[in-house]
């Protein structure tokens, strides 16, 4: 499907499944309601928007940390020939959600790793490195949150990214110990988010399987998603989009030299963009001393460049590069407890149809 081939309904019911999907008994009849149309024309719409890969699922978004899970981006560099398998044989962790190939730099490839409480992300990256020939890697964990709020306004055809911080930057002081925390998890709670964290039907009413499946009434199930909200174990229930498919065929990672004494005051103007969808602070290595990171998705890489130049131009840092991806390999979630992470690997088939299916 291409953003020509939407009408306004279609770009209208994903911005209202992006930013507010509502976690009612009959979330669909609502939906519709609002944009005047029948459940059944709704629930067309959104099987054909997610068979052409526009709408990539519908779940609840859960924070990796708080749930024990240890997260870094991680850095790759390969030599002629060996990217692409190294790729797909990356795909096959459950842990990584989004991988990319860019150019702009040495680093090749990037992508996000996940493991669980009892796993160990130096080790999981070494391993990796070695099996796929990778000529040189980094690790680079978040060392502070300035915003994460994926967002594309449709009918505006723009990014329209809120702000959001886990680290309370710009709002009341959230100690960092206390967003990187990991909040105790019962096993009634991984089971609650292990039934959470998976694409809703596309029924009338999606969430009385999920909550039947529970022993729970919907009503509990809804209170229960509400307190893990409170507890800041739940971000929101909501779509995500696969960006290519949606028109915004650009995706530059826009990297910055930013003096120490700078960070969070320049941090919080990126972040005030609404261009900008993430924004973190990194560490830095000899070989890399880009400490800020700013992802910006566009129709064109000509409006990237022109969104680089308004962040450059705003916060007065001009030494940055744009890394463009030219190949998403992977975008999906991070699935919680499964019960054996290193079972659930996809097969080399899946991993390399997944990475088909994007391009």
């Not at 067309?44 to 928007?49: G, H």
Request: charge should be negative; hydrophobic fraction near 35%; aromatic fraction near 12%.
């Amino acid at each position: 499907m291409t953003t020509d081939a939407m009408d306004i309904t279609d770009r209208k019911l994903l911005n209202i499944i992006q930013s507010n999907f509502p976690v009612i008994e009959e979330p669909y009849q609502a939906i519709a309601e609002d944009l005047g149309i029948t459940e059944d024309d709704l629930l067309s719409r959104l099987a054909e928007l997610k068979r052409q890969n526009v709408v990539r699922q519908i779940s609840a978004i859960f924070d990796t940390r708080r749930l024990g899970y240890k997260t870094t981006l991680v850095a790759f560099a390969y030599g002629d020939g060996d990217l692409h398998d190294g790729a797909i044989f990356i795909n096959r962790h459950p842990g990584v959600s989004h991988n990319y190939a860019r150019e702009g730099s040495y680093y090749n490839l990037w992508f996000t790793l996940a493991v669980p409480p009892d796993g160990d992300l130096e080790t999981t990256v070494k391993w990796m490195a070695e099996k796929t020939n990778a000529i040189e890697f980094r690790i680079m964990p978040t060392i502070r949150f300035f915003k994460i709020g994926v967002n594309f306004d449709m009918v505006k055809q723009r990014s329209d990214a809120y702000n959001y911080n886990p680290d309370g930057i710009g709002q009341s002081r959230t100690p960092a110990s206390d967003w990187n925390q990991a909040q105790e998890i019962t096993e009634w709670d991984k089971q609650v988010i292990r039934e959470a964290q998976e694409d809703l039907t596309l029924v009338s009413r999606p969430f009385d399987p999920i909550a039947e499946r529970l022993g729970l009434s919907t009503q509990e199930f809804f209170a229960q998603l509400a307190e893990y909200q409170d507890r800041k174990l739940m971000r929101r229930y909501s779509a995500v989009l696969y960006h290519r498919r949606s028109g915004f065929r650009a995706n530059a990672m826009i990297v910055w030299k930013v003096p120490s004494e700078r960070s969070e005051e320049v941090g919080m103007i990126m972040a005030e963009n609404p261009a900008v969808t993430h924004c973190y602070e990194r560490p830095t290595f000899p070989d890399w001393e880009y400490s800020h990171f700013t992802m910006v998705h566009a129709p064109t890489r000509d409006e990237c460049e022109e969104i680089g130049r308004d962040i450059a131009q705003a916060t007065g840092i001009s030494d940055n590069l744009l890394l463009y991806s030219t190949r998403e390999y992977k975008k999906t979630r991070v699935r919680y407890f499964v019960e054996d992470y290193e079972r659930f690997w996809d097969t080399a088939e899946e991993a390399e149809a997944l990475a088909e299916a994007l391009v």
